[in-house]
Nanobody, 124 residues
Framework: QVQLVESGGGLVQPGGSLRLSCTAN????????IGWFRQAPGKEREQVSC????????YYADSVKGRFSISRDNGKNTVSLQMNSLKPEDTAVYYC?????????????????WGQGTQVTVSS
């Protein structure tokens, strides 16, 4: 069964860190560019970061640049999102998704497989 699974979410205080993981079952993440997205209550889903195949391109939204870092571990078939200096406005459900393009894409419509999401709450 082809499936993406996110993990690593939770409750953290402002200024804290979390590491999200996106793991694939039934296929190889190395063959896809991977995007991380988030959706806060009452807001539209937005892209946070993405990484192209072969790590050729990496993108960060301005709101997370310098605080978040995306990386691959092909041996574990996982893409991670390291989130540091978290702010209350980072609170959202975080999703990973795959796209067939070689380069990282900022167009959400190009992402086809989606995980179920993991909740991140930043609060004191």
């Amino acid at each position: 069964q082809v499936q993406l699974v996110e993990s690593g979410g939770g409750l953290v205080q402002p200024g804290g860190s979390l590491r999200l993981s996106c793991t694939a079952n039934g296929f190889t993440l190395e063959d896809y560019s991977i995007g991380w997205f988030r959706q806060a209550p009452g807001k539209e889903r937005e892209q946070v970061s993405c990484i192209g195949r072969g790590d050729g391109t990496i993108y960060y939204a301005d709101s997370v640049k310098g605080r978040f870092s995306i990386s691959r571990d092909n041996g574990k078939n996982t893409v991670s999102l390291q989130m540091n200096s978290l702010k209350p406005e980072d609170t959202a459900v975080y999703y990973c998704a795959t796209a067939g393009q070689f380069y990282c894409s900022i167009f959400e419509s190009l992402y086809h497989n989606w995980g179920q999401g993991t909740q991140v709450t930043v609060s004191s």
